[in-house]
């Protein structure tokens, strides 16, 4: 399973695919979903959905993930040949400023004044995003016309999934949230061919980097009796951060069952069910909550229509929204195993009800 979810995993960082850009991301996702699921449907946002039909008394359960990752789109061309460019998502301008990115293939640098030119002021500072811009390589407006790219193209980091000396810790660009979306095909995987005791629903959202939006249009399409939403989460272990007072979390410990963010409060009844299954099949889960600091597709999905109950599994990983993310694969691991028990348990969940 290791293997194959890092594989996997390498395949889709290796895509670009940024909010409201994510075609190369879903038509991958789609033929991988094809070979494993009764139905794969693409709606008109982009959102996938892969069913497994089971006891058609079960319920019905939406396990989703995000498509999109974080990035930049070309505002302006100047006739020096230099991108402008709006930012897509979270993106912090402290991590732009020198790095590799691509548009649309061609690679491009995030330009910055010589280290050797800037003033003691410039160097301690932060420039806005407004300030900066893209170099790829051309002199004028027309070289860069004569390359494809145009305004409002996207803007994608450059840097590939790599592995450290502990080969299960890996780095890369949109690891956040194609870790979630490697975990959905491999559950998908783990299940084939196994009776299920309700209807299963994986879904693969698009622009939740800029609003959850795909989430809200897919659980209303779905309406769904509960979920579970894959992403990544922040780790607490790094030196700059107070585990304890900030954020208990660690890679390599296992996946994060997320009871609260800025959007969502886990439901019990959908909690109690997770940590069920964790005990089940020997997954240690990491409790967290990271109120007022992020968010996942969960805000939308809890809200449609009558209300959905929800939670969260979450994978940490360090130095998130940077195009250098690092997690360890063993957690993706545990939060497959977990997923699969919970999915196998589905008949015995009968009681989504907020009171006991």
């Known amino acids: 399973m290791k293997e194959s979810l890092q594989r996997t995993l390498a395949e889709l960082t290796a895509l670009d695919g940024v909010s409201g850009f994510e075609q190369h991301v879903v038509r991958y996702l789609r033929d991988a979903f094809s070979k494993l699921a009764d139905r794969v449907e693409v709606d008109q946002m982009g959102n996938v959905y892969a069913t497994r039909e089971g006891d058609p008394q079960g319920p019905h359960l939406m396990i989703a993930a995000h498509s999109d990752e974080i990035g930049c789109i070309v505002k302006s061309i100047d006739p020096q040949g230099f991108l402008r460019f709006d930012t897509l998502g979270g993106v912090r301008p402290a991590l732009l400023v020198g790095r590799r990115v691509k548009i649309r293939g061609h690679l491009g640098v995030a330009g910055v004044k010589s280290g050797h030119l800037q003033t003691p002021e410039e160097q301690l500072g932060v420039l806005p995003t407004d300030e900066l811009y893209i170099d790829v390589g051309a002199d ?68 939740e980097e800029i609003g959850f939006r795909g989430a809200k249009v897919a659980a209303y399409r779905l309406h ?23 954020l208990p979390a660690r890679i390599g410990r296992g996946p994060v069952l997320l009871l609260a963010h800025s959007g969502h409060v886990s439901h019990p009844a959908v909690s109690r069910y997770l940590q069920q299954a964790a005990a089940r099949c020997g997954v240690t889960l990491q409790p967290c909550t990271i109120v007022g600091k992020a968010g996942t597709d969960s805000t939308t999905i809890h809200l449609s229509r009558r209300g959905v109950p929800t939670s969260g599994i979450g994978l940490a990983r360090r130095y998130s929204h940077s195009p250098v993310c690092t997690m360890d694969i063993k957690d993706a691991v545990g939060a497959t195993r977990l997923l699969v028990q919970f999915v196998n348990d589905m008949a015995q969940h009968t009681d989504l009800r907020f009171l006991d």
Request: glycine share 10%.
């Open 224 to 246: 769904p009796d509960y979920a579970v939403v894959v992403d990544t989460f922040m780790a607490g272990d790094t030196p700059d951060v107070n585990y304890y007072k900030e």
């Open 140 to 207: 004028s407006a027309e070289e860069v016309a004569a390359m494809g790219i145009a305004v409002g193209d996207p803007v994608a980091p450059h840097s590939p999934l790599l592995s450290f000396t502990n080969s299960d810790r890996l780095c890369g660009k949109s690891i956040d949230d194609r870790i979630g979306c490697a975990i959905v095909v491999e559950l998908f995987r783990q299940l084939a061919g196994v009776p299920l005791g309700g209807t299963l629903h994986g879904v693969i959202c698009v622009q």
